[in-house]
């Protein structure tokens, strides 16, 4: 008979490779979940400060390039909308884990 402490035995933490090259100098490029969730959150952060700055030139007449500046406030505005739309399925698929019956 198994016990529940066979079933929550630690597993190892999830990994993610990338780009592995199969010639000489075989390296493994190997990053932690967290590692890759927090270079997503600094790079939307990148991306709104990127935005709030282009507002600024606007309205202080400052910009040189109108279209470039309003490209960089839609793109930060696309990025926080999709950044809030990860965090609401993953708030949903843990919810739903919570609910499932052992």
């Known amino acids: 008979m198994n ?5 929550t035995a630690p597993l190892s933490p999830l990994k993610i490779e990338q780009g592995k090259n199969d ?3 075989k ?3 190997i990053n932690s979940f967290s590692s890759v969730l927090n270079s997503a959150i600094s790079s939307v952060n990148k991306e709104q400060v990127e935005g709030y700055k282009a ?7 400052k910009v040189t390039n109108l279209q ?3 490209r960089q406030i839609e793109e930060a505005e696309l990025s926080l909308k999709l950044a809030l739309e990860v965090k609401n ?3 949903s698929a843990y919810k739903e884990v919570m609910r499932m019956q052992i």
Do not use: Q
């Not at 016990?3 to 079933?7: A, D, E, K, N």
């Open 3 to 7: 016990t529940i402490g066979s079933i």
């Open 23 to 25: 010639n000489a100098n």
């Open 27 to 29: 390296t493994d490029d």
């Open 55 to 61: 507002m600024e030139e606007i309205a202080t007449g």
């Open 68 to 70: 470039e500046a309003v």
């Open 89 to 91: 399925k993953a708030v």
